[in-house]
Every structure is written in structure tokens, then in C-alpha cells.
């Protein structure tokens, strides 16, 4: 006699719950489907429902989204996902789901509190009827049998790479070939989307090389894979940066993109009638013209510099530069450096400028969070991005979706106790930051390094070794703002002089709309508005609170233009709907946005 196991309870209450909600939406009723939520409650929606990235709080936006949608929409087949038995903890029942619309295939995460629905993650994976060529699908490669008209795959290659961007027009140009631009690029080959990626620099991962010479990632390697290409077991936890520079060139190559090097785009129109980009591009010295339908920029958020204009800086004799310009610290032996600013590339500077026996001070203008890298990883990342986590079974596909299924009206509440577990493990080493009068902040709620980076990019230092220079006094401290240089000098407002061989700008980087501006016009540029934060109305992010990035990854107020970027887990992830986008527009898929954001900040 076979027994059949009995659902638990969380697996009841979650079907019960998705059968519920199934009916409600396939008798189109937007609010019989609203009051299965409970009334604090999140939808996000990454392009299933909305061809957007949206987050829906309350009932009431709910229900107007669905009245929008749902008839376009017709999602069916609401299920648990088989194999993820849904689970229960601290009243939360958590469950993974999928679900069909009309043209693709979704996954979901599912938070229930009391048998309502408290969080709701919607995302689009797949086009029905432009299934990647995967698994079962892959090629076969060789092509059995007696053919006189064959051709071999190299000789493929070369025919696409002789007539793509000269007698055949891209669907797409990425202007940018960094990690954002190429993996994006890589999910539009699996799909079939015609795409070029084009680069000033020579070399794919030249970007990387170019940087400072001490520079490794400050993330580990469970974060920073690359779409469909994972870095290998023994691949070291914090990748050197030349080593992470000839991946991402060797990657182009094995995920067979269209990479155009020493290639920059100069100017970009739309014409709106035609509905195409004309791109001016310089390619090896020679002028040519693109004209793609889609044109994204994937020019990095830390590419244009926030260069200070300080009096006096033509009157400076030493070396200066923005730190995305610093060599290294070879040449400066001995020599008096001044590094104005206390984040990320400030204090590896710093460090490495000491290391190499130069005389150092850093200015600190204003405050900075600061977490030691273990400990990050330990309480911050192991639970999503660890070797525990994938032995848990916890792929890098799960732990992004878990992420991205925190709605971020509500992540800082997840992230302020990890925090407060990191002031208390670290206490002695912030207490030492303190005594040596470093300005530390945690956030402006206490939430830490990630709410700081996904609200404006800046702010944070992962602390692996500089700090403990600067708590023992062996990088010089001084706290104030820059008023401006003399000949051999930084001044200060307070009239402190700091004399000065080499001085360093480590002040971050301006807004991505800036690149549009560059590129395209000023008028488009603020058309599209500022990129990047939440509006949490926060240091740096200016409310009104818009629930998701701005202009990252979804539908800008320019038609055909997209932006892409950020650390390497976020290009990964969001690429794939940036390119789901990108693939129902070329097969004319309607895509009707829904709840296109407002533009609130220029830059
Ligand atoms: C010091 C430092 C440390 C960092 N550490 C980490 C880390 O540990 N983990 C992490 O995930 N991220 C880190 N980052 C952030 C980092 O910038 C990115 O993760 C990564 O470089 C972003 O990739 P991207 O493709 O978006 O942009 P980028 O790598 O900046 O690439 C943009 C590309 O656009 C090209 N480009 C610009 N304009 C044009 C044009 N007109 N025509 C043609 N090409 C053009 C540039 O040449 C460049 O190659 C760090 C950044 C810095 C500065």
C-alpha cells in the first residue's frame, strides 16, 4: 500500500490563495482580486503585467493597474513551482510560483501573512514562441548528413561580423561594452535580437584594466556572475580587477557578440516618424553611421566623473586627477598626496598610495558608511550570495529573484537589523574610527551600505584594510571642505594647508542622463531625467518616492532609448528583462506601458 504525503499547511494555504486569486483574475475583477491583499500590501512587477518595472502598494493601486491590464494581460495557470515546497516562519508563508500571460511565461515569489497576500513578485522570463535555445533546445552544432551548400560556424561568424552594421542594420546598438553592455548583449543573442556592442576602449575589460592598480571587487564571486556564464568553483572569492577585465573579454568572444572595440559613439537623433536612431560612431579612425531601432546606453554609472571645480586647480603644480584616473600608486613614492573625498575609491587609494610608502592625507568632506568586508559577507550577503547558500540550494537565479521580491518601500526594514548586528560585532573597530574623528553615518535610518547604494550610488566604503589605516593615524585625517589649491597646496575653508605633490579627486560620479546629454542632447537628457535612486527622500535621493530605480532597465520618457549598468548582480539580473523588452518590440509584440514613471529630477 503507497501513502501519499498530506500537504502541509503552508502548502494549502498557498494554493488555496493562488486559486483564489487565478478565479478573480480570470473573471476579470480587478478588485476581488485587490482584497485577496492584505491592506500594507506590494506587488512588483518586473514586465509581466506592467512592460514595466512597477511596485504596487495598497489596494487601491492595485486594483487600477489590473483594471489597465488584465484584459491584455489574461494570466492563467497560477501554481507553486514544482519541487519549492512553500514555507512557513514567523506567520510569513513563502512561496515560489509561475504563471502564464498571453505571451510569456512567468515566475513569481509569494509572501503571505494571515491567508492574505502581503508581497507579490511578478516577472516575465520567457516569450512564448521565442523560447531561448537552451537545454533541449540547444543547437546541435553539427549539422549531420551530405550538404554541398554547407558552411561552417566559423565561416557563420564571419559573415554576420563582415555585414552586421555595414549592409545590415542592428535591432539594437549598446553604446558601452562593460559587464552591463555585454551580458545584455548576450541575452539578446540567445534571442535573436541583431545587436552591436560598440566601445571606445581596445580591448573588452579595458575598463577594469584601466583602473587602479590595487583595485580588486568588492564583491564576491557568488554575486558577480555573468548571464548563462558562471565563474568556475576555484575562481578566487574577490576577483583582481585584471583578472575580472579578461573574463568579460573573454566572455564577449565564447558568447559570440557582435563587439565592435575602439569604437565611440560620437552623436545620436531619433527620428521620431521613422522610429530610428541615427548613431555617428567613429570605428578604428573612420566614420560610420548606425541606425538601430533600440539604442541603449550601458556607459557605466561610474564612467563620467565628478570632476570638483576648485580655484586655483589651474595654478596647481603637482599631478591631479579624478580617481577614475589615477595609475597607481608606483609613482608616488615619497611624495605628499592629498585625496579629496572618504568613499570606496578614496580610501583603496589611500591604502594603496601608504602601501607604496607615500606620505598621505585624506579630506573628508562629509560622512561615510563604512563596513568591514567579512562582515559584510558574513551577515549581509551568506544568507543570498555564499558557498553555504548554494549548498542550501540557493542558485544565483533564486537568490536574485529573493532579493528583488523585497519591495523596496520596505527593504531598509529588512537591512537596519543586519546593520545593527555589524555595529555590534565591529564595535571596537568603529569606536577606533571614532577617536581618529572620522565622520561616520549609517545610513540616514540606519539601513546601511545597500539602501545607500540603490538610493543614490554613493556614500559607502567596504572596508577591506584602508580604515585601519586611517583609525591609526597612519593616513593623515582632516575634515572640511576644499577652498580651493595654490601652487603646491590644498586649502581649506578653516585655512588648513595641506602641501600636496599628487592630489587625487576621489568625488564620484554624475548621474547617467548625463551620457544622454553627451551623446544624444541636453533636451533629451532631462526629458529622461535623472537615473538611478528611489526617491526615499534621503541624503542624495530626492522623493517623491517612485518605488523602483529611475529609468533603469524599463521604459524611459525618450522612446527607444534604455539605460542599463550598476554592480555586476544587478546587470545580470535585470538584463534579462531589459532584453525580453528589447524582443517583443522587434517581433512587434505590443507592449503597452503601464505607469511610465514621471521625470522629478533633472540630473
Ligand atoms: C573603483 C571602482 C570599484 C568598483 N568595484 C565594484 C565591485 O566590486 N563590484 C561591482 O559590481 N561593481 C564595482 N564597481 C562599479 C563598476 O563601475 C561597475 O560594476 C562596472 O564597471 C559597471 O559596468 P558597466 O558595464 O555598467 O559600466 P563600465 O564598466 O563603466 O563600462 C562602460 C563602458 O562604456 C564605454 N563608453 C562610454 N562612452 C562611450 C562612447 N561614447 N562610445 C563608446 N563607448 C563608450 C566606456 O569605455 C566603458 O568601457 C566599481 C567601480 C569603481 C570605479
Redesign the pocket.
Known sequence: MTTTAQPTEAATAVTTWLAEFGAALAANDPAGAAALFTEDCFWRDLVSFTWNFRTFEGRAEITRMLEATLPRVRPAGWAVTDGEEPAEADGVTEAWIDFETSVGRGHGHLRLRGGQCWTLLTTLYELKGHEEPKRLRRPRGAEHGANRDRTSWLEDREHESRHLGVTEQPYVLI???????IGLAARLRQLSVPAIV????ARPG???RS?YKS?C???PVWY?HMPYLKFPDNWPVFSPKDKIADWLESYTTIMELNYWPS???KSASYDEAGQEWTVNVERDGEAVVLRPKQLVL??????QPNLPAFPGMDKFRGDQHHS?AHPGPDAYRGKRCVVIGSN??AF?ICGALWESGADVTMVQRSSTHIVRSATLMDIGLSALYSEQAVDSGITTEKADLIFASIPYRIMHLFQIPLYDQMRERDKDFYDRLERAGFDHDWGDDGSGLFMKYLRCGSGYYIDVGAADLVANGDVKLVRGQVDHLTEDAVVLADGTELPADLVVYATGYTSMNG?AAD?ISREVADKVGKCWGLGSDTTKDPGPWEGEQRNMWKPTQQEALWF??????Q?RHYSLFLALQLKARQVGIPTPVYGLQEVHHLS
Open positions: 553604446v558601452g561594452g562593460g559587464q552591463a553592455g560598440i566601445d571606445k576602449r579595458d575598463q577594469w583602473r583595485l571587487l568588492h564583491d558577480d569604437t565611440e559613439a550601458a556607459t557605466g554609472m561610474s564612467g577614475s570606496n575609491s583603496d551620457w551623446l542599463t549598468g550598476g554592480n555586476l548582480h546587470s
